[in-house]
């Protein structure tokens, strides 16, 4: 199945891709000049916790009353995509420093049955720097309504906790809002800030009743900015939105072959990879930003461990059926010791190679100003929040690596089946996989850059899987997830700095004794023709 040629060329081209991302690396770290502009967060996650707990206790609130809690870090990729688009990385950062400007921040929100707290820190001084509180019709009783002079007492007096007074700031606007159950008024202040030339930084609060139910500062961007950005961020949705409904189509035919195909299937085979991803699912649940939950949520992650469980035992069965009668051969390569570290050397080698047309594809495209990497995607923010930090690399490595190839090898399958052409089948695997990881969480511009970088890397990977086996897409897609992680919590934590360099250690490690042991094998065994 793997000729001996093959593993040398990969090997080689491994072997060059892993040097130049070496001095790259090297390179970045010595010479770049953007390399301080998303840093570590200060205040960390903990602190951020109790910061918001103080603040909603100040308000009246008590926090026992509100079981679910969720954490996130978050950043204001709009604002940053702006200011990277009309200033120098210098300018920016000194921006930032002297007008306080909360580029990162934590959002931690409360809520309970008809209520929903939000409480937003900044990650480098603990500043309260948003507010939202969101109460169903039905709870309103709660509020008391106040007069004019109650209402500016309450509004000056909560200004001057978080360190603003009114006379710093430039009212533009405050009305009231037509509300049949409580007063609703709003305010809007500009910050006076010369350093800001003509952006206005803003801040906003909202009030309903004696309850301040929004607060929040953020800069005032221009419209000529705000409509093409909006317009990115539409395009890019339209096209996410196509690779979900394809998935749907891929989805609704899994089910029906399953059904249709149930008494030729082999079962047995599948019920391990069922039990595992289920398993993985309620770890990952459990690992999550949630760092308390109700009785409900805990029910909520067992309902979806099942379904996770359930729902990968019908792919993994039905895609080892579909890809044997679409392409006449099975999913799976051939199970042998040879075989195994022939896999293990074309995935590891296929990973570094990945890296570096990463690299090479986003730093062409930032150079000539058409792809931008902002700031804090959701990725990052699961990583920066979990509850067990370690086991993050491993399970955002191993839960996409099992659900996505199978679902790869179904696609292929299926389109193949139907339109009677393999390299269309490849086209449309490729499409619905690579779109389907659109960003919308503005960490890049354009959203669907990733769509379209992710859609050519879905045509070869497509091919390697027909070529040589799942096995070897599975061990890829595991290496680059994990790898990619371990490479963020080095950044973000020092005090990682030793398991992530473990990490990295221990897969160069497994790589070479795999690539000693091929050679050994070589030496007793003809190769086999693929």
């Known amino acids: 199945m793997f000729k001996k040629n093959t593993i040398i060329l990969f090997l080689i081209t491994g072997g060059i891709s892993f040097c130049l991302l070496i001095g790259y690396a090297l390179y970045s770290l010595k010479y770049s000049k953007d390399k301080d502009l998303l840093s570590p967060p200060t205040i960390q996650k903990q602190k951020a916790i109790d910061i918001s707990e103080n603040f909603i206790k100040s308000l009246g609130f008590d926090v026992r009353n509100y079981p679910s809690r969720i954490i996130e870090y978050k950043s204001r990729n709009q604002e940053m995509l702006y200011l990277l688009k009309n200033y120098s990385h210098k300018e920016i950062m000194s921006l930032i420093d002297r007008i306080k400007f909360p580029y990162t921040y934590w959002l931690v929100t409360y809520s309970s049955f008809g209520e929903k707290l939000g409480v937003s820190v900044n990650d480098r001084d603990g500043k309260i ?58 305010f809007r202040w500009k910050k006076q800030n010369k350093e800001l030339g003509d952006i206005n930084y803003l801040i906003n609060l909202d009030l309903k009743g004696d309850k301040i139910t929004a607060y929040s500062h953020n800069l005032e961007l221009p419209d000529s900015f705000i409509y093409p950005y909006r317009k990115g961020i539409f395009v890019s949705m339209i096209w996410l939105n196509l690779s979900i409904l394809l998935y749907f189509i891929i989805v609704v035919s899994l089910i029906c072959f399953s059904i249709i195909k149930r008494k030729s299937i082999n079962w047995q085979g599948a019920k391990l990879g069922g039990i595992i991803c289920g398993f993985l699912y309620l770890g990952s649940s459990l690992n999550a930003q949630i760092s308390y939950a109700s009785f409900a949520n805990i029910i909520f992650w067992l309902i979806g461990a099942i379904v996770s469980a359930f729902a990968t035992f019908i792919l993994i069965a039905s895609s080892e059926l579909s890809f044997k009668e679409s392409f006449g051969r099975s999913i799976f390569m051939e199970k042998n010791r040879k075989n195994i570290i022939s896999a293990i050397i074309v995935s590891y080698s296929l990973s570094v190679i990945f890296m570096l047309l990463n690299v090479v594809i986003f730093e062409v495209l930032k150079h000539f100003k058409i792809v931008w990497e902002v700031g804090v995607g959701n990725v990052e923010s699961s990583i920066l929040t979990s509850n067990v930090i370690y086991l993050v690399p491993f399970l955002i490595g191993i839960i996409p690596a099992l659900t996505e190839e199978f679902l790869r090898g179904f696609t292929m399958a299926f389109s193949k089946k139907i339109l009677k052409n393999t390299f269309i089948s490849l086209l449309i695997s490729a499409f619905i996989w690579g779109f389907a990881h659109t960003t919308l969480d503005g960490s890049v511009i354009p959203g669907y850059a990733h769509g379209m970088q992710f859609f050519v890397y879905g045509i070869i990977i497509a091919y390697l899987l027909l070529r040589f086996g799942i096995e070897v897409t599975i061990i890829w897609h595991f290496l680059n997830n994990f790898v990619a992680t371990n490479l963020f919590l080095l950044f973000i934590k020092k005090s990682l700095t030793f398991y992530g360099v473990f990490s990295l250690i221990l897969i160069l490690s497994t790589f070479f004794i795999a690539t000693i042991l091929y050679f050994k094998e070589s030496n007793k065994i003809t190769p086999a023709s693929v």
């Open 129 to 186: 720097i948003g507010y939202d509180f969101f109460r169903l019709p039905l709870r309103e009783g709660k509020i008391t309504n106040l007069n004019q002079r109650q209402i500016m007492d309450l509004v000056e007096n909560f200004l001057v906790s978080q360190g603003e007074f009114i006379s710093h700031l430039e009212l533009l606007s405050q009305g009231r809002r037509h509300d049949y159950l409580a007063k609703e008024y709003y």
